[in-house]
T-cell receptor, first 112, second 113 residues
Framework: GENVEQHPSTLSVQEGDSAVIKCTYS??????FPWYKQELGKGPQLIID?????GEKKDQRIAVTLNKTAKHFSLHITETQPEDSAVYFC???????????FGAGTRLTVKP | EPEVTQTPSHQVTQMGQEVILRCVPI?????FYWYRQILGQKVEFLVS????????KSEIFDDQFSVERPDGSNFTLKIRSTKLEDSAMYFC???????????FGPGTRLTVT
């Protein structure tokens, strides 16, 4: 089955800097890659997703890139703000398959 | 904005007891899911549910677990005889379609003593 690896496990950046979180997946049939933000005491919230028919997607300060050949995808947050501090999870699933596999999470801390 | 709700927020139970975790998915969503997250670990898929039946389940979802949609709004996860290792956050999620975005609830923290 699918295995998703996520790095780093913790990331600390200065406000205004960029943050990059990377994930790899094992199942070449996976074609949907969401990113979730989880704040303390809350459930994961979808922040951006990408499907395998595109290589990059951007939404304001957040972007995701996908390299299907290498089977990795990354989350990029620019101009980080303290409210970006949270745990971020990547995930992967296959079209028609609800079994979404999550990475282990990255705890991002943005220092003011 | 519509959201997934879950009750209770925290459930403490003794080993061997049955628990029922409740979820109210977003009203126009057709696919429902349960995930669990053991403290400090990954979010793990348990089961998906569509058209009043299980569409997929993981190896975690054994005979101790069951899901039900008893009425038009609630979606429940039952653990028949809880074990210590069932202690975790349990998240419910829902989506419009099979490939749609999944919206997560705030979770129920289950503590088995």
């Amino acid at each position: 089955g699918e295995n998703v690896e996520q790095h780093p496990s913790t990331l600390s950046v200065q406000e205004g800097d960029s943050a990059v979180i990377k994930c790899t997946y094992s199942d070449s049939a996976s074609n949907y890659f969401p990113w979730y933000k989880q704040e303390l005491g809350k459930g994961p919230q979808l922040i951006i997703d990408i499907r395998s028919n595109v290589g990059e997607k951007k939404d304001q300060r957040i972007a995701v890139t996908l390299n299907k050949t290498a089977k990795h995808f990354s989350l990029h947050i620019t101009e980080t703000q303290p409210e970006d501090s949270a745990v971020y999870f990547c995930a992967a699933s296959r079209e028609g398959n609800n079994d979404m596999r999550f990475g282990a999470g990255t705890r991002l801390t943005v220092k003011p | 904005e519509p959201e997934v709700t879950q009750t209770p927020s925290h459930q403490v139970t003794q080993m061997g007891q049955e628990v029922i975790l409740r979820c109210v998915p977003i009203s126009n969503h057709l696919y429902f899911y349960w995930y669990r997250q053991i403290l400090g670990q990954k979010v793990e898929f348990l089961v998906s549910f569509y058209n009043n039946e299980i569409s997929e389940k993981s190896e975690i979802f054994d005979d101790q677990f069951s899901v039900e949609r008893p009425d038009g709004s609630n979606f429940t996860l039952k653990i028949r005889s809880t074990k210590l290792e069932d202690s975790a956050m349990y998240f419910c999620a829902s989506s419009v379609g099979q490939e749609g975005e999944q919206y997560f609830g705030p979770g129920t923290r289950l503590t088995v003593t």
